[in-house]
């Protein structure tokens, strides 16, 4: 669904990269004022621009021989452009806090497989928006503006807004929760906020619970297994959920990272 091509009637006459978005979306912003609505309808057609060049470059380097991991590696870096460009955009020109205070902040982090740094064209992108403290009208604007976006240019957008506080309780007392806070990789906004969550997640739910967490995965597995066969040797395997798949990978690196902190598979 998320790679149905866009409209050539919605997109400006010169494609624009991921990068190159800032410039464009700065230029645009002068031009129109200060008014939120109108900012999200002219800005959406140079977002979806940038989109479609990130796709057709991963098409083109799959078409000449890249390897699959590293073209969704590549997507995964365009799509960290492109929503870098967007939170910029909105809190500089639609929602721009001259002198902000402790609680106008914002961390925005990547998640689930998208946090791994590897995105595949028809994968959800998970985000995380990290605040100091509760919930702010400022703070629901500025995810509320973008999650807009992001589902305007067509994507599959999971998401959860959540304080320091919440992001540890619910680590505490949800396994799903705990692994994709493991899994978190920083993309923008006040990084102070992504460091202070991780730092207190190693402290105060890694370090106190490591058994219940690697027998909680296992379980996980075999349920998977007992569902989609424990043979190695089917005709038609699951290579995602099956015995020795993608998600048993996951699996082993997940308990790596728990128990010894190491943060590329390569550890």
């Not at 219940?212 to 998977?224: G, H, S, T, V, Y």
């Not at 020795?244 to 010894?260: C, E, N, S, V």
């Given at each position: 669904r998320a790679m149905t091509?866009?409209?050539?009637?919605?997109?400006?006459?010169?494609?624009?990269?991921?990068?190159?978005?800032?410039?464009?979306?700065?230029?645009?912003?002068?031009e129109q004022g200060g008014d939120v609505s109108r900012l999200r309808k002219v800005a959406?057609?140079?977002?979806?621009?940038?989109?479609?060049?990130?796709?057709?470059?991963?098409?083109?380097?799959l078409s000449t021989g890249a390897s699959g991991l590293g073209a969704?590696?590549?997507?995964?870096?365009?799509?960290?452009?492109?929503?870098?460009?967007?939170?910029?955009?909105?809190?500089?020109?639609?929602?721009?806090?001259?002198?902000?205070?402790?609680?106008?902040?914002?961390?925005?982090?990547?998640v689930g497989g998208y946090g791994r740094g590897a995105l595949a064209p028809g994968s959800d992108i998970d985000l995380l928006f990290i605040l100091p403290y509760k919930q702010t009208a400022w703070g629901e604007s500025v995810v509320e503006f973008m999650l807009y976006m992001l589902w305007d240019m067509g994507l599959k957008v999971g998401h959860a807004t959540r304080s320091i506080d919440e992001c540890i309780r619910l680590a505490k007392a949800?396994?799903?929760?705990?692994?994709?806070?493991?899994?978190?990789?920083y993309i923008c906004g006040y990084?102070?906020?992504?460091?202070?969550?991780?730092?207190?997640?190693?402290?105060?739910?890694?370090a106190i619970g490591?058994?219940?967490?690697?027998?909680?995965?296992?379980?996980?597995?075999?349920?998977?297994?007992t569902n989609t066969g424990e043979s190695r040797y089917l005709v038609e395997p699951n290579v995602k959920d099956g015995k020795?798949?993608?998600?048993?990978?996951?699996?082993?690196?997940?308990?790596?990272?728990?128990?010894?902190r190491v943060e590329d598979v390569s550890q």
């Open positions: 091509d866009v409209s050539s009637s919605d997109l400006p006459p010169t494609p624009i990269a991921p990068q190159d978005l800032r410039v464009a979306l700065t230029a645009l912003a002068r959406l057609p140079l977002f979806k621009s940038a989109l479609t060049v990130a796709r057709d470059r991963m098409k083109e380097s969704a590696k590549a997507l995964a870096t365009e799509t960290d452009e492109l929503i870098h460009a967007l939170y910029d955009f909105t809190i500089k020109h639609a929602f721009y806090a001259q002198n902000p205070t402790e609680s106008e902040r914002v961390s925005i982090v990547a949800d396994h799903t929760i705990r692994t994709a806070v493991l899994e978190a990789r990084q102070p906020l992504f460091d202070e969550m991780k730092a207190r997640f190693a402290n105060e739910v890694v490591q058994n219940d967490f690697i027998e909680a995965k296992l379980n996980e597995r075999q349920r998977r297994h020795g798949g993608l998600r048993d990978l996951h699996t082993l690196f997940w308990i790596a990272k728990y128990l010894y």
